[in-house]
């Protein structure tokens, strides 16, 4: 999106970039955008693509370990208390 309006002849300051990504997320990232907007560390473009990326990764992760393995089998002991 930043790409497309540069090349239309917009001029961006990093400041506008950065609120230009943050508004363009999903409703879904609610708790993301309210951590990049107060985080001192997200300055430029290049920031906040290199932390959405990290947040992309952290929940495929995520979702990979959610999967629960079940494992039956066929033995029965008796327990005796």
Same mark, same amino acid.
């Given at each position: 999106m @930043? +790409? ?6 917009? #001029?961006?300051? /990093?400041?506008?970039?950065v609120?230009v990504? @943050?508004?363009? !997320?999903?409703? /879904?990232?609610?708790? @993301?955008v #309210? =951590? ?5 560390? &997200?300055?430029?473009?290049?920031? @906040? &693509?290199?932390? $959405?990326? !990290?947040v #992309? +990764? %952290?929940?495929?992760? *995520? %979702? $990979? =370990?959610?999967? *629960?393995?079940?494992?039956?089998s /066929?033995? %029965?002991?008796n327990? %005796?208390?």
């Amino acid at each position: 999106m @930043i +790409k497309e309006l540069k090349t239309s002849g917009h #001029v961006f300051t /990093n400041k506008q970039q950065v609120e230009v990504v @943050i508004k363009s !997320l999903p409703k /879904n990232y609610e708790h @993301i955008v #309210v =951590n990049m907007t107060h985080d001192k560390s &997200v300055k430029t473009f290049d920031d @906040i &693509v290199c932390h $959405l990326e !990290l947040v #992309v +990764k %952290r929940l495929m992760v *995520a %979702r $990979l =370990n959610e999967q *629960a393995h079940v494992i039956e089998s /066929n033995s %029965r002991k008796n327990f %005796r208390l």
